[in-house]
Structure formats: structure tokens, C-alpha cells
């Protein structure tokens, strides 16, 4: 083998970025940090940092997501259950012109679990929250909250949320993947105003019902009933054992 000089290569900095999403009020939400430091100092951005010489991509995010949400992530080839998130990896970024500090290169994952608390900032960051994802996405691409100016996320940022909200509305369509937004047990109804917050449509309740039940693997009875929705007790069901779902859920057409 002939000599290798690594001097010849020049360095890069490796970060990961998360897109964390769940359903607030029936919304679709992305935790978004507002930046304590330069560059893009009080600009709201995703979560993530630096990867760490000695760290694998999958722990260092795994450690952003303790960091930001104080969730653990769980196997990503499963739903979510307790106190944790479905985490799986979801683009690579590379531009080099999109941190001005040096050459970073971005591994983003995307990390899904049911109605989160309040989030708190750390790292960096000044102050964290909860945004619609309707409103980071806005035509502008920019965003601004309680008489922000109305700017765009920093770095790459909204091209990387907008490549995770179509991650999870496309496999949402094939996989059994929706039940990470839900709680361990969960009724049908609040499964079908998941997939209505995540695709941004009104669904039909009866044929909503009609489809998910009658998808095998899907869902599995509890044997429970709830009234938390008001009305009359509806049926409690989890997760079935199904990854992949057939038929899938294709979303209708908008």
C-alpha cells in the first residue's frame, strides 16, 4: 500500500442535527432552539451539535435528543414505547458554504414520539420551543414568534425540516410508523387525527376506521375502553406487531 498522508485532506467538522416532531393540539410540531451563540446568534435553528471524536452518528444523536428532550431513543425498525422516541437517520448535508465557521458536514435524524412536554434549551441554546410546522414551513421560509422579526431558520435548516415532515408523511403511507405519535394505548380516533395533523388533510372517519382495523398486524385490541375523548367509551388498542403495512395508507390526493 503506498504511503497515505492525511495532511493532503483538508479537515471537516461532523454534526448531527435532529428534526423532532410530534402532534400538539391536533398540529404537526418540530422542536426549533433559539441560538445563543454565533453563527446566526438569535435565530431559531433544529437541535443537534458536534459529533465527538470518539462518538458513533447514531449515540451522538441518541445524546442530542437526552439533551434537548430528555427522551431515549428507541429501535428505529420499531414504534416508540414509554418514555422514548422512534430515532432513525434521514439525510446527509454537505454544502460547503452552509455553516460559515468551516466545512460541516450535517447527518440529520429524524425523531418522532407522542405529545412531548415544554422543551428546555441547553448547549448553545438560549430558549427552546414547540413550532407548527405549517408555520416554519411558511411560503417565505421564514418564521418568528411573540414579535420576532420574521426570518428564516438558520443554516440549512428548513431544508432539513422540510425533507423530515415528507420523511414521516411518506412513511406514515407504508410502515405502522403513526403509532410512534400515539401513547402505548391509544384509540382510533386519536390514531386518525395523527395522520390528519401529519398529512395536513381531513380524514373520514368510517373509512379511516374501515382501513386501520382491517390492515392485518396493525392494530391490536387492549381489551379497554376510554371516554377521555368525551362521548361514548372508545375502544384502546397498541401496536400491532406489523412494520409494514398492506395495504398501505396512500394519502389523498390535495
Request: aromatic letters at 8%; one cysteine or more; a negative charge.
Amino acid at each position: 500500500m503506498p504511503p497515505y498522508d492525511p495532511s493532503t485532506f483538508p479537515p471537516f467538522a461532523v454534526t448531527v442535527d435532529l428534526v423532532v416532531l410530534t402532534v400538539r393540539r391536533h398540529a404537526l410540531c418540530a422542536l426549533v432552539v433559539r441560538r445563543g451563540e454565533p453563527p446566526f446568534q438569535g435565530r431559531w435553528a433544529l437541535p443537534g451539535g458536534f459529533v465527538k471524536a470518539d462518538e458513533d452518528l447514531g449515540a451522538a444523536a441518541a445524546r442530542e435528543l437526552v439533551e434537548e428532550t430528555g427522551l431515549c431513543a428507541q429501535d428505529p425498525s420499531a414504534p416508540a414505547v414509554g418514555n422514548g422516541a422512534h430515532l432513525e437517520q434521514l439525510a446527509t448535508y454537505g454544502d460547503p458554504g452552509r455553516d460559515p465557521r468551516m466545512r460541516v458536514v450535517s447527518v440529520a435524524h429524524l425523531a418522532l414520539a407522542p405529545d412531548l412536554p415544554a422543551p428546555r434549551a441547553g448547549g448553545d441554546a438560549n430558549s427552546a420551543r414547540w413550532a407548527s410546522v405549517d408555520d416554519l414551513l411558511g411560503a417565505d421560509g421564514s418564521f418568528g414568534h411573540e414579535g420576532d422579526s420574521q426570518t428564516p431558520l438558520a443554516f440549512d435548516h428548513a431544508q432539513i425540516l422540510a425533507d423530515g415532515v415528507e420523511r414521516a408523511r411518506s412513511k406514515i403511507e407504508y410502515s405502522s410508523l403513526a403509532t410512534a405519535f400515539c401513547p402505548q394505548e391509544f384509540t382510533v380516533g386519536e390514531l386518525r387525527r395523527v395522520y390528519e395533523a401529519v398529512w395536513g388533510v381531513v380524514l373520514d372517519p368510517r373509512n379511516f376506521h374501515r382501513k386501520v382495523t382491517g390492515t392485518p398486524g396493525f392494530l391490536v385490541p387492549t381489551g379497554g375502553t376510554t371516554t377521555r375523548q368525551g362521548g361514548r367509551p372508545a375502544q384502546l388498542f397498541r401496536a400491532g406487531a406489523a412494520t409494514v403495512l398492506n395495504p398501505p395508507m396512500l394519502r389523498p390526493e390535495i
